[in-house]
């Protein structure tokens, strides 16, 4: 080693865990992408999986394979056993008070759109508000525009300061006797803000105004703790938490799941059918119409025992050592602007440079081997608040490396020189 390659390391802080290990266990990342060895930052779009999630789901389809809930054979009482299994796994992870609680849906959509129709449809009618923030991905806007078109309730949407910050007077005087539900995401996919959501759900609860987060960012960087935060709703995507895609979670108070209607009629959601009318399933199956997504939940449950076995405590440390050396890296480079510098944030650094166009930057990176993503990250109200038709975005995940920052720093300045 020469000592030029030597000198950065000096000072460098290190993982609370064996990252070479941690980085053994996901394949992909020992790919090489035009040449190049990959450098996977766009950990917000979807992550990587670990060969323990790769080989359930395998494991699934090549010994354990049966519709659950449905049979009396062998293969099926064992796949369903291992469904449920899964299921109070993930109670245990956001610390829900029963597995009965968890509803498992194909992502955070679909969690989102289940509770905008069978919670939200039924009761809302003009003159009611579901209150926003304006910084929430598109899946925690639409299902309550097309909510709002069906039942003539109004959307109202509390803004951010210039930092990406929530500015929480401004939504607490959006809570008054109309609003009916209230929807936040608790980390953004296009700033990086953590939102302060336990007192959001105070405020709301003060008011009788449920409360639904969006934690399809926070769940794989967090340690959530729905009793803790006491909000009504919470969901969050399987394939973003290192898990199969095609699976999430809609975890709710039960009173409230007990009072909905199902959201999707089918197999597996009832407990009587006549030509006449039918009744339902108790929970959660009243909300799991149809085979549901078997493999992909055993999938979930090996990234579930994965991000355990590394520990929540671990991964936040290590991903605020990432965001805060490329934070600073970024900070030095000239015609760099930092979309997103909230005091609370994790994981995500959305910036743009002068007179380069993001999808400019991730293509001259992609060349490098490095994979951002670029574009509004499907929360447009978010780019429109900072003038800006579109970010790049680099987002950190626990087996990212400070050499890996460095690279996306020497491919940022290679964009620079080209445009120059
Ligand atoms: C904050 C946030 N909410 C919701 C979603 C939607 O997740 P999915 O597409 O997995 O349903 C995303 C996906 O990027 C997200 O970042």
Not at 239 to 251: D, E, N
């Amino acid at each position: 080693m020469t000592p030029a390659a030597v000198a950065p390391l000096i000072g460098r802080s290190s993982p609370p865990f064996d990252l070479d290990r941690i980085r053994a266990d996901f394949p992909i990342l020992g790919r090489r992408i035009r040449g190049k060895p990959l450098v996977y930052l766009d950990n917000a779009a979807t992550s990587q999986k670990p060969q323990s999630v790769i080989d359930a789901v395998t494991r699934f389809y090549t010994a354990e394979n049966a519709n659950i809930h449905r049979g009396v054979h062998y293969l099926s009482e064992r796949a369903t056993a291992a469904y449920d299994l899964v299921r109070e796994e993930v109670a245990r992870f956001i610390n829900a008070p029963s597995s009965r609680q968890v509803i498992f849906t194909k992502g955070a959509t679909e969690g989102i759109n289940l509770v905008a129709q069978s919670y939200g449809r039924p009761q809302l009618k003009p003159g009611d508000d579901i209150v926003i923030t304006a910084m929430e991905h598109h899946s925690n806007i639409v299902p309550w525009q097309l909510l709002c078109e069906q039942t003539g309730a109004a959307l109202q949407a509390a803004p951010f300061n210039d930092h990406g910050e929530l500015d929480v007077a401004a939504l607490e005087r959006l809570l008054t006797p109309r609003t009916k539900l209230v929807a936040l995401v608790h980390l953004s996919n296009a700033l990086g803000t953590i939102n302060p959501v336990k007192t959001i759900v105070a405020l709301a609860h003060e008011r009788g105004i449920p409360v639904l987060v969006d934690g399809a960012q926070a769940a794989p960087h967090l340690p959530v703790d729905v009793q803790d935060l006491d909000c009504d709703f919470y969901v969050f995507s399987g394939h973003k938490l290192f898990g199969p895609t095609g699976v999430g979670v809609l975890y709710g108070r039960e009173a409230l799941l007990e009072q909905m209607p199902p959201y999707q009629g089918g197999g597996d959601m009832i407990a009587t059918v006549s030509l006449q009318r039918s009744t339902y399933a108790p929970l959660p199956a009243k909300f799991e119409a149809g085979t549901p997504m078997i493999a992909q939940v055993a999938g979930l449950g090996a990234a579930l025992k994965y991000v355990e076995s590394v520990g929540l405590g671990n991964i936040g440390a290590w991903e605020r050592e990432l965001l805060a050396y490329a934070t600073d890296c970024i900070l030095d480079m000239k015609g760099v602007r930092i979309i997103g510098t909230a005091e609370h944030k994790a994981s995500v650094l959305g910036f743009v440079m002068n007179e380069v166009h993001p999808h400019d930057i991730g293509t001259i990176l992609d060349n490098e081997g490095i994979a951002i993503r670029a574009g509004h990250h499907c929360a447009q109200p978010v780019m429109e608040r900072f003038g800006v038709p579109a970010t790049a975005r680099a987002s950190f995940a626990f087996y990212n490396t400070l050499d890996e920052v460095d690279a996306l720093i020497a491919g940022l300045a290679t964009v620079k020189k080209m445009f120059g």
